[in-house]
């Protein structure tokens, strides 16, 4: 289905969907795939209690070496030569990403490190409690946009770094994984320019259709459960796109810095 011709959602598998979709058509891509760590011997913390880890049986993968290269390989082929490709992931499928960036030949840019100060408390004791997540950052060649004075902005004026605080949200949705939209604001802003393409191939509850809709980019997203390309579907459709619209609530109430971001969109 498509709105304007500017976002376009399928109900999916993205190992079939992305084939059609053309080579190099894309500007940057955003994918936050199964990390493969439900299963009977991980546990989390839901309501101060600990339950056993079960996001549902699309974070059960046999083969998360074979699962990954695919579907890499198919969003390398329609990434544009400048653009790039943002992962994200924990210690469970990011050693299996790292390894697939470097057999396809990719330029590897960034591991950004995302610090969720208010990550949920280890209740085993047994270990460091879990508090960060990865994101790879990748292209196809040294050639690449990268949005470095909007990070500088961003950072009141000061190079960002590769650690990103940023606190996890309260969901807005029942999607069990949806990520905050400010960080995916600040990766859009990074990495894409106004009217580009952005592609999530992991749609989930369609965090990144949201942003990229408010930031005036295009859109492709897939998503292979009904129910929740049904609450994606509904989510990007609420966006009012006629202007630019931010997200993060810190940065919209510091005026002076939110107009520089809103120019420097402008004039890129
Ligand atoms: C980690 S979640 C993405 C969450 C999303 N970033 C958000 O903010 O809501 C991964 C999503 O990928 C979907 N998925 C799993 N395998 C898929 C496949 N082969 N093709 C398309 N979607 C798939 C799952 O149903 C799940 O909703």
């Known amino acids: 289905m498509s709105f304007k011709r500017k976002i376009t959602l399928k109900n999916g598998d993205c190992l079939k969907e992305l084939k059609k979709i053309k080579d190099g058509s894309v500007d940057q891509i955003y994918a936050d795939p199964p990390y ?45 030569d400048n653009g790039t490709i943002w992962i994200s992931g924990t210690l469970h499928n990011h050693p299996s990403i790292g390894t697939i960036l470097k057999k396809l030949g990719l330029w590897i840019i960034n591991d950004v490190v995302w610090y969720k100060r208010n990550a949920p408390p280890l209740l085993s004791g047994n270990r460091l409690a879990p ?19 909007l990070g500088k902005i961003l950072n ?37 320019k106004k009217d580009q393409v952005i ?35 509904e989510r990007i459709s609420n966006v009012n796109s006629t202007k630019v619209i931010l997200t993060d609530k810190k940065l919209i109430l510091d005026k002076d810095k939110s107009e520089q971001v809103l120019k420097n969109i402008e004039d890129n």
């Open 36 to 80: 493969n760590l439900s299963g009977k011997t991980h546990q989390t913390v839901q309501s101060g209690k600990p339950v056993t880890l079960n996001k549902g049986d699309w974070d059960v993968i046999d083969d998360i070496d074979e699962f990954n290269l695919n579907w890499v390989s198919e969003c390398i082929r329609v990434l544009s």
């Open 131 to 149: 508090s960060v997540e990865l994101i790879w950052v990748a292209s196809k060649s040294k050639k690449y946009f990268f949005n470095y004075e």
């Open 156 to 192: 009141d004026g000061k190079q960002m770094r590769n650690l990103w605080e940023i606190n996890a949200q309260r969901h807005l949705t029942k999607h069990p994984t949806e990520k905050p939209e400010n960080l995916i604001e600040r990766i859009i802003l990074l990495g894409s």
């Open 199 to 233: 592609l999530d191939p992991f749609m989930g509850s369609g965090t990144t259709g949201v942003v990229a809709k408010r930031l005036s980019r295009k859109f492709i997203g897939i998503e292979l459960d009904k129910e929740y390309f049904d609450i994606s579907k």
